[in-house]
């Protein structure tokens, strides 16, 4: 049994949103909804009727066909409320009050803050879609952008899709390269981009990489040039920022088909071109009301603070808090410079809700850094939500010590696939340490053996079994779903593979082990590589570590350790004896690799995510060009380094043959 950490009080519940909703539904359906527990097995049992119910309690503008909810359609191809019309910027710009706060802008390094009111916010953004429709711009049409996490990509994304056009948008701290491997896909006609962003200390100028997008992307016919960090003259050929925002006119919105294409977002696209998402503006609108009201809770006047860039779809979830009439903390810059730097913020805009990576959270322990402590006032301060990555145990223990001991902590996991959560925390669950609280409303996920059957207390592959609305509508470029089925459906045709492996504990929580196409399969036993990380990113001599196991050709197999040794530190014979005790100790025997190799660093993602799936194909024999696309790595050098080990090792092993 997990350790339970903090549990809510009845008062808590009693004055949650949640509860407001299940009062709401027992009248409804004159039956009773004690819990949370009671929503979600109602939820997938009568699935339908479950999202009827977030149509009917947020008041969602749907202008309704024949009424069908889905077609009978498996998925990937059930259509949800077909014939239906919406859309979705008009859901988010309807609540708040106009004198009332949306956004709150900071960037690092401090200064004073941008303050836009929900008034304000309705005229940019109507402007905005003026002006995009003087340009041409009709349904369908693709508006890219590249931006930094500023007012300027919300206000553009609101007035894409009050157009009916199709919003995308790479971070600037992609290259070239990778944003074109992107957004040159859909053939964009608008292009707005910022001249460069702040990073840890420093003003990071973009102006050469614009142009290289302004030349790569010949579909674009109008070039937005947004001045953000630097004073210079507006680039020839482009339109100013200000030209968007000069107009007068009424603030009108496209009705939509549900499925409409809003948004393509990419995932990490360690191989070949990045694969693109195609989310409609039905499926977003209903899974942002149910996630900003009924999980993170949110109300008129409260804040949401969430650590993102653009390029991630945190970006794209924590907008959604607007439909709550709720204002958005929109923070540029690094985390932890200086060190602590996202606590400050949060402590300085009073921010209610976070969302934030757990790689923050490790970061920030592992400086030192103690925001209660410091005299921080994080009182408001009342939810928690950790995404990106499992959050170790260590974590949850710091959360409580350095921020506040009445705190819920709502470890989460989904992500880019569905724009929103598979699993997290509820207004009834306990906090239970290095565990997710549990599943979600409307989610009908299990965890399935290799046979395709349900187990419970072991570890299995993540699947959902019926449909979600906020899934892809299609993937771009994919007209006959090859794809998208190849992706998600290759093992057991209409069940959603996420690709995770999961244990489901009789509790009702959960834990995320890591990707299963990066399994650790060890004498018959799976091992999850979050595992690893959890354990051994608590000592003090790391600064981080990757895990790859390998089939080898005589049937043996391969358990491998790289660590990044922390700065001071050096992997010698105690470090490595150390790390051999803390594994067997803390985890099993078996969790003991077959070698522990120094290694100057761990690549990741542009989104974080540690390459483990293409340094195992690098161990196995590929070359660098097939098994990972550098356009798309944090840190290029350091995976080249695991691609000259891999060669060199490949070299070892034909001499030792021969």
């Not at 302004?214 to 210079?232: I, K």
């Not at 990707?515 to 354990?535: C, I, K, P």
């Amino acid at each position: 049994m997990s350790e339970i950490l903090w549990a809510p009080s009845a008062d808590r519940i009693a004055h949650s949103r949640l509860r407001a909703y299940l009062d709401w539904l027992q009248e409804r359906k004159s039956r009773p909804f004690p819990d949370h527990d009671a929503l979600w097995a109602w939820s997938v049992q009568e699935l339908d009727r479950f999202w009827l119910s977030i149509v009917d309690y947020f008041d969602v503008d749907l202008q309704r066909a024949d009424g069908t909810v889905r077609t009978a359609d498996p998925m990937p191809f059930t259509r949800w409320f077909p014939g239906a019309r919406l859309n979705w910027a008009q859901h988010l710009l309807r609540a708040g009050a106009e004198d009332a706060t949306a956004l709150v802008c900071l960037q690092e390094g401090g200064g004073p803050a941008r303050q836009i009111t929900f008034g304000r916010l309705r005229a940019a953004v109507a402007s905005a879609a003026g002006w995009l429709r003087r340009a041409g711009v009709v349904p369908g049409d693709r508006v890219a952008a590249y931006l930094p996490n500023t007012e300027h990509a919300v206000i553009a994304a609101l007035a894409a899709a009050a157009v009916g056009a199709v919003w995308a948008c790479c971070s600037p701290d992609f290259g070239a390269e990778g944003t074109l491997g992107r957004l040159a896909q859909l053939e964009p006609t608008v292009l707005l981009a910022a001249d460069g962003y702040h990073w840890n200390g420093k003003d990071i100028d973009r102006a050469e990489v614009v142009a290289q997008l302004r030349a790569g992307l010949p579909t674009v016919r109008r070039f937005v040039h947004v001045p953000y960090v630097f004073d210079r003259p507006d680039p020839a050929g482009s339109t100013p920022w200000s030209d968007l925002l000069a107009g007068d006119e009424p603030l009108t919105f496209e009705p939509v088909e549900f499925s409409h294409p809003l948004w393509v977002l990419f995932t990490s696209g360690t191989t070949g071109l990045p694969k693109g998402l195609v989310h409609g503006h039905g499926g977003i609108t209903l899974e942002g009301f149910k996630w900003s009201g009924l999980y993170a809770g949110l109300r008129p006047g409260e804040r949401i603070f969430t650590h993102t860039s653009t390029g991630w779809a945190l970006w794209n979830i924590q907008i959604n808090a607007l439909m709550q009439g709720a204002s958005l903390v929109l923070y540029e810059g690094s985390p932890n410079h200086p060190p602590g730097a996202v606590w400050q913020v949060a402590a300085r805009t009073g921010a209610d809700v976070m969302l934030l990576g757990a790689a923050v959270i490790t970061a920030t322990a592992a400086a030192g850094v103690d925001p209660r402590g410091a005299g921080l006032d994080l009182s408001r301060l009342r939810h928690l939500l950790v995404s990106g990555s499992a959050l170790p145990s260590a974590g949850y223990h710091w959360v409580m010590e350095h921020l506040s001991p009445d705190l819920r902590i709502d470890s989460t996991s989904g992500g880019t696939d569905i724009s929103g959560s598979f699993v997290g925390a509820n207004e009834y669950a306990p906090v239970r340490v290095g565990r997710i609280a549990g599943r979600l409303a409307g989610v009908d996920c299990a965890a399935w053996d290799e046979d395709g059957h349900p187990v419970v207390d072991a570890v299995g592959d993540l699947v959902i079994t019926q449909p979600m609305p906020s899934m892809p509508v299609h993937l771009w470029n994919d007209p006959q779903a090859r794809r998208y089925l190849e992706s998600y459906f290759d093992t057991w045709p209409g069940v959603w593979r996420h690709g995770d492996w999961v244990t489901m504990y009789a509790d009702g929580s959960i834990a995320i082990h890591g990707r299963s196409d990066s399994t650790l399969n060890r004498q018959g036993v799976r091992l999850g590589s979050a595992d690893f990380y959890d354990v051994l990113e608590t000592m003090p001599e790391i600064s981080e570590t990757l895990v790859v196991g390998l089939d080898l050709p005589d049937d043996g197999y391969w358990l491998g350790l790289f660590v990044a040794p922390a700065p001071g530190y050096q992997l010698d014979d105690d470090l490595r004896q150390k790390i051999v005790t803390t594994l067997r100790s803390r985890l099993t025997p078996r969790h003991v690799p077959d070698e522990i190799i120094a290694a100057p660093a761990v690549p990741h993602t542009l989104t974080g995510k540690r390459l483990e799936v293409p340094i195992k194909k690098l161990l196995a024999g590929k070359p660098l060009e097939k098994a990972a696309n550098l356009a798309t790595v944090d840190n290029p050098d350091a995976l080249r380094w695991y691609a000259r080990f891999a060669t060199d090792r490949w070299a070892e092993r034909r001499s030792t043959a021969g």
